[in-house]
């Protein structure tokens, strides 16, 4: 056979992938075994039933064909209106590029921000997918880590150590996963003057932005980098319906950018996508539209989060760290145990509860396991249960002490 690039080779090295425990879950599963799967970041629920008749709608009146490069127009301009709602800074269609998923806005934000060879920083513990983007592109990356200590909040001290003389762009995800944490306005302020003092840009991650801290009046806690001064000719924001208008399988996602990247971006989309398809991006405008399934989705995820902290916080031996938006709970487990993927097998062997270790987010989370939320609330409610035993069990043969697992 002839030989595969190394560029493709690169993206995901052999050895561990931090699945682990997911895939050994998945096969007990199979057998037979009760395990609640608390490990994976996709919805339990099915997209809404408005969002799928107006895509079997948009099938019957015949729309499918090539759209324009950067998407069809009026899913731009869905895009920019939700731009523009989660940001707070007027957005045009001509600032949007439509893109498969949240993931290929990631993959197009790094490729048109690095030459080769140009350095960038990320932000960890990281969404799993993008060490590969830059080991895709070719460029080296440095992460810096938010630490459990600063509930996961990235402090611009760490940012600064990692700068290289050739550093172009910085990656950085909130609400956040696997963390949940929910950057403050200090942390915004203290990335935005980073990124503008070293001329960076910025690659903002905001596809989990109506998770963040749902209220009651329906609003989000986000706060967007594009908002700040100076932000928004270096920004390039991250976004989907995958997370606010379940849709994950649907892969509908959006680059928002200057509009002289985004002019230059037809061309990429030429040789990569050629658009998305078209019955699809009309039922996902209409779901931006009217918002079908996004209240109900925001509020689902914060009575979720609500109930595992409150069968967690305040119990010996963890302390839940971030939390406060996304679609995950983490909890520090290292008094217990310093080895998260240890503990996350051995939960999984006496209790039969799926969670992901800290470590396969980087090491910052080491001694952490996310507890995914996607799950009925019963589910939810007995995997906090089986959790909360495992917890008192493991202390009681420590002897109720606090010591680190050897
Ligand atoms: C932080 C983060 N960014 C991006 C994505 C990609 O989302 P999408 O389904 O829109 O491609 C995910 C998916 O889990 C994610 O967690």
């Given at each position: 056979?002839?030989?595969?690039?190394?560029?493709?080779?690169?993206?995901?090295?052999?050895?561990?992938?931090?699945?682990?425990?997911?895939?050994?879950?998945?096969?007990?599963?199979?057998?037979?075994?009760?395990?609640?799967?608390?490990?994976?970041?996709?919805?339990?629920?099915?997209?809404?039933?408005?969002?799928?008749?107006?895509?079997?709608?948009?099938?019957?009146?015949?729309?499918?064909?090539?759209?324009?490069?950067?998407?069809?127009?009026?899913?731009?301009?869905?895009?920019?209106?939700?731009?523009?709602?989660?940001?707070?800074?007027?957005?045009?269609?001509?600032?949007?590029?439509?893109?498969?998923g949240g993931q290929g806005a990631l993959f197009t934000a790094v490729q048109t921000t690095l030459d080769p060879g140009e350095h960038a920083i990320v932000v960890g513990p990281y969404y799993a997918t993008y060490p590969g983007c830059f080991r895709l592109s070719g460029n080296p990356y440095t992460v810096v880590y938010a630490r459990p200590e600063d509930d996961f909040q990235p402090k611009r001290e760490a940012l600064e150590a990692a700068l290289r003389p050739n550093t172009r762009a910085l990656l950085m995800n909130s609400p956040n996963n696997p963390?949940?944490?929910?950057?403050?306005?200090?942390?915004?302020?203290?990335?935005?003057?980073?990124?503008?003092?070293?001329?960076?840009?910025?690659?903002?991650?905001?596809?989990?932005?109506?998770h963040a801290g749902y209220t009651a009046s329906g609003k989000s806690n986000h706060i967007s980098p594009l908002s700040l001064p100076g932000m928004e000719e270096r920004t390039l924001i991250v976004n989907s319906v995958s997370k606010s208008h379940g849709m994950t399988g649907w892969r509908v996602g959006w680059l928002r950018a200057p509009k002289?990247?985004?002019?230059?971006?037809?061309?990429?989309?030429?040789?990569?996508?050629?658009?998305?398809?078209?019955?699809?991006?009309?039922?996902?405008?209409?779901?931006?539209?009217?918002?079908?399934?996004?209240?109900?989705?925001?509020?689902?995820?914060?009575?979720?989060?609500?109930?595992?902290?409150?069968?967690?916080?305040?119990?010996?031996?963890?302390?839940?760290?971030?939390?406060?938006?996304?679609?995950?709970?983490?909890?520090?487990?290292?008094?217990?145990?310093?080895?998260?993927?240890?503990?996350?097998?051995?939960?999984l062997d006496a209790e039969k509860v799926a969670v992901l270790p800290g470590e396969s987010f980087g090491e910052s989370a080491a001694g952490h396991i996310r507890i995914s939320l996607c799950q009925p609330d019963d589910m939810l409610e007995e995997a906090a249960r089986r959790i909360a035993r495992f917890v008192d069990m493991r202390m009681t043969s420590l002897g109720g002490n606090k010591r680190a697992a050897s």
């Open positions: 056979m002839a030989k595969l690039s190394q560029r493709v080779a690169s993206i995901a090295p052999a050895g561990k992938t931090g699945w682990e425990v997911h895939f050994e879950a998945e096969r007990r599963l199979s057998a037979g075994e009760d395990i609640i799967m608390c490990s994976i970041g996709d919805h339990d629920f099915h997209t809404p039933e408005e969002t799928v008749e107006a895509c079997v709608e948009a099938l019957h009146q015949g729309h499918h064909h090539y759209t324009g490069l950067a998407g069809f127009e009026g899913l731009r301009e869905a895009m920019a209106r939700s731009s523009a709602r989660s940001s707070g800074v007027a957005t045009a269609p001509e600032n949007i590029i439509t893109t498969v963390t949940g944490a929910v950057y403050s306005r200090q942390t915004m302020e203290d990335i935005a003057s980073f990124c503008r003092d070293n001329d960076l840009w910025l690659i903002s991650d905001e596809v989990y932005w109506t002289e990247i985004i002019d230059s971006l037809g061309a990429f989309s030429l040789v990569v996508t050629y658009g998305l398809s078209d019955f699809v991006s009309r039922a996902a405008a209409a779901a931006l539209d009217h918002d079908w399934g996004l209240d109900e989705i925001a509020a689902t995820y914060e009575r979720r989060r609500k109930t595992m902290r409150k069968a967690l916080d305040g119990l010996a031996g963890v302390t839940i760290h971030g939390s406060e938006g996304g679609m995950y709970v983490m909890l520090d487990v290292r008094a217990i145990d310093a080895d998260g993927e240890r503990f996350a097998f051995d939960l």
